[in-house]
T-cell receptor, first 115, second 116 residues
Framework: DTEVTQTPKHLVMGMTNKKSLKCEQH?????MYWYKQKAKKPPELMFVYSYEKLSINESVPSRFSPECPNSSLLNLHLHALQPEDSALYLCASSQDLAGIGTEAFFGQGTRLTVV | AQSVTQLDSQVPVFEEAPVELRCNYSSSVSVYLFWYVQYPNQGLQLLLKYLSGSTLVKGINGFEAEFNKSQTSFHLRKPSVHISDTAEYFCAVRNRGGTSYGKLTFGQGTILTVHP
């Protein structure tokens, strides 16, 4: 099983809503990532978790709040978003941050629209 | 910090022709290198990776890439493309250590369009 599963696939939310994106992997990977991808742009790193601890926060606004409840799950809690936050949100996992297990596997993404 | 430059934003090519997508990187430490492919409205799929060892790496769908340390390049090649290869291709780099450890950084992407 080399899958990273993201739910939901599509999400439309108002600027006052609170919602969560979910990501799950069962490959035994210990590093998990959130990326944001705007149209016609490359993925931009938001957060990295390593061994369930937040390792990297790329100065992401506090309206995005990541959570790693266990080694298989990664959530992204959303609150008071702006229309410019509309994007494809990609989750990824890798065996580790370095070494032979450093390749990242990506989910299919959640297409988020903020209205 | 590391960075990646993909030299061509768009590459049009005819079916069964060879193609090369160019990628140069910059880093103060040794790196791991990757190529990913993204089809419309989908996630990224790993095509191939360079971690160590042989500088010529082979990936899925007939793609290969060569790591050139002196030129800090990792160009992607395919000897004969198919219509189904039409997609966006991203080169990515991860530092082996030092600053930015753990970050996987992407180039701007190259849109490959294969014409019949």
């Amino acid at each position: 099983d080399t899958e990273v599963t993201q739910t939901p696939k599509h999400l439309v939310m108002g600027m006052t809503n609170k919602k969560s994106l979910k990501c799950e992997q069962h490959m035994g990977h210990r590093a998990m990532y959130w990326y944001k991808q705007k149209a016609k742009k490359p993925p931009e790193l938001m957060f990295v978790y390593s061994y369930e601890k937040l390792s990297i926060n790329e100065s992401v606004p506090s309206r995005f709040s990541p959570e790693c409840p266990n080694s298989s799950l990664l959530n992204l809690h959303l609150h008071a978003l702006q229309p410019e936050d509309s994007a494809l949100y990609l989750c990824a996992s890798s065996q580790d941050l370095a070494g032979i297990g450093t390749e990242a596997f990506f989910g299919q993404g959640t297409r988020l629209t903020v209205v | 910090a590391q960075s990646v430059t993909q030299l061509d934003s768009q590459v049009p090519v005819f079916e069964e022709a060879p193609v090369e997508l160019r990628c140069n990187y910059s880093s103060s430490v040794s790196v791991y290198l990757f190529w990913y492919v993204q089809y419309p409205n989908q996630g990224l799929q790993l095509l191939l990776k360079y971690l160590s060892g042989s500088t010529l790496v082979k990936g899925i769908n007939g793609f290969e890439a060569e790591f050139n340390k002196s030129q800090t390049s990792f160009h992607l090649r395919k000897p004969s493309v198919h219509i189904s290869d039409t997609a966006e291709y991203f080169c990515a780099v991860r530092n082996r250590g030092g600053t930015s450890y753990g970050k996987l950084t992407f180039g701007q992407g190259t849109i490959l369009t294969v014409h019949p």
